[in-house]
């Protein structure tokens, strides 16, 4: 039978198939041939054994968190208790960027944030707007359940955004997602996620994820990251491989010096290729 991986814990693979749940475990082949099931996976399970017999092609996949096949990525950005973290927001889009995933800002905490700062954060929000990003409050739960149809969905963030929050009020008395108050001496929430989950919403489907604060790229090579940064490309360089840090004539780096590309996001770019202390201005 086909089905779809919805939950793990441990060595337990929920599979749901015809809306049915299997409790199932991977061949113990999986393990020499370095095969992974994640939550999203498509498999071929037996039913009467439990057992999942093969890994379906995935679209993309994700190992923080661990889930596949995912269509868009619903970026939970707070505005304070965390703060907000255009290097976090930037390494976010970058990975969703690089797995083809339709990355969605969904801002938090708005009415905690005085009101002049919360015009400097809206005109940075208005570039992200400007160069092709989704940008909606997360009280615009309408808007939200429309994106939300007919795809898969994660929702993902530092720790603390509001990300189960959030699914709760999507979806009220529905899941009950267990929510942790910030730290406000360390700025960062408790981990009230335990595990990775697959939910049926709105003729779609939807992730809920642990949190987390730290991405790496060590995967990812450098034109990948590059070519991640959507608005470069609207500034093509005389050179097909500039990279945009050292090149003389780099039209990129002109176009920083005179405003139309943001400066944090060709910093946060130096920086996510390792080339920020080299970098000569």
């Known amino acids: 039978m086909q089905g779809q991986i ?7 693979h929920i599979v749901k198939s015809n809306n049915e749940t299997y409790p199932c475990k991977p061949r113990g082949i999986f393990r020499k041939e370095h095969i992974t099931p994640l939550v999203g996976d498509y498999v071929l399970f037996h039913k009467e054994k439990k057992i999942i017999e093969k890994v379906l ?21 707070s505005l304070i208790h965390p703060d907000f973290s255009l290097n976090l927001l930037d390494k976010l889009l970058v990975l969703m960027e690089i797995h083809k995933v339709e990355p969605i800002i969904t801002i938090t905490k708005e009415d905690l944030v005085d009101k002049e700062e919360l015009i400097k954060i809206n005109e ?40 189960s929050t959030l699914l709760n009020k999507l979806n009220p008395g529905g899941w009950n997602l267990e929510t942790g108050e910030v730290s406000l001496a360390l700025g960062r929430g408790k981990h009230t996620t335990r595990v990775v989950e697959l939910f049926d919403f709105l003729e779609g489907k939807v992730v809920d994820t642990p949190g987390f604060s730290a991405l790496d790229f060590y995967k990812d090579s450098k034109e990948k990251i590059r070519d991640a940064f959507i608005e470069f ?49």
């Not at 919805?6 to 337990?12: G, H, Q």
């Not at 996949?61 to 995912?70: L, M």
């Not at 092709?132 to 530092?158: A, C, E, M, P, R």
């Not at 039209?251 to 770019?269: D, G, P, T, W």
């Open 6 to 12: 919805i939950k793990i814990i441990s060595d337990l």
């Open 57 to 77: 092609p995935r679209r993309n996949e994700f190992q923080r968190p661990k889930v596949s096949n995912v269509d868009q990525a619903f970026i939970v950005t």
């Open 124 to 163: 940075v929000l208005d570039y992200y707007k400007k160069i092709g990003y989704k940008v909606i409050s997360n009280k615009d739960l309408d808007s939200i359940k429309k994106l939300i149809s007919n795809k898969t969905s994660i929702f993902i963030g530092q720790t603390g955004a509001g990300k």
């Open 233 to 281: 490309k609207k500034y093509p360089c005389p050179f097909k491989d500039c990279s945009h840090t050292k090149e003389k004539e780099c039209f990129v780096k002109e176009q920083v010096l005179a405003n139309n590309i943001m400066k944090s996001r060709y910093e946060n770019y130096l920086n996510f290729i390792g080339e920020e202390e080299k970098y000569e201005s």
